[in-house]
């Protein structure tokens, strides 16, 4: 069973940086992860996304402040956040589908293995 665990998430000031990381499990062949905010009463949304290929895709929202790469071993995953504003506190979830090859996407319908989420509370 492919087990998803996040880590990293915590409380900052407006400005402030926070990492997360993932540790993905129980995996086999490729896959892509991604990283997902869902802010207080709002809907999941994607953030970032790395594939196969270790190429990435952003939303628009968070390029240029937020990292998502592989760790060493590279089934860990990690979400470095710069430049944190309010509108980015929430939950934040990774996830992965497996037998991706060169392409991922920011919509959460493309994966299937979800962690249990970590929450970022950013202050003004």
């Known amino acids: 069973q492919v087990q998803l665990v996040e880590s990293g998430g915590g409380s900052v000031q407006a400005g402030g940086s926070l990492k997360l990381s993932c540790a993905v499990l129980?995996?086999?062949?490729?896959?892509?992860v991604g990283w997902f905010h869902q802010a207080p009463g709002k809907d999941r949304e994607g953030v970032a996304a790395?594939?196969?290929?270790?190429?990435?895709i952003y939303a628009d929202s968070v390029k240029d402040r937020f990292t998502i790469s592989k760790g060493r071993p590279s089934n860990i995953l990690t979400l470095q956040m710069n430049s944190l504003k309010p509108e980015d506190t929430g939950m934040y979830f990774c996830?992965?589908?497996?037998?991706?090859?060169?392409?991922?996407?920011?919509?959460?319908?493309?994966?299937?293995?979800w962690g249990q989420g970590t929450q970022v509370t950013v202050s003004s």
């Open positions: 996830a992965a589908v497996l037998g991706c090859y060169g392409s991922t996407t920011l919509d959460k319908g493309g994966f299937d293995y």
């Open positions: 129980n995996t086999y062949g490729r896959y892509c």
């Open positions: 790395i594939d196969s290929l270790s190429r990435t």
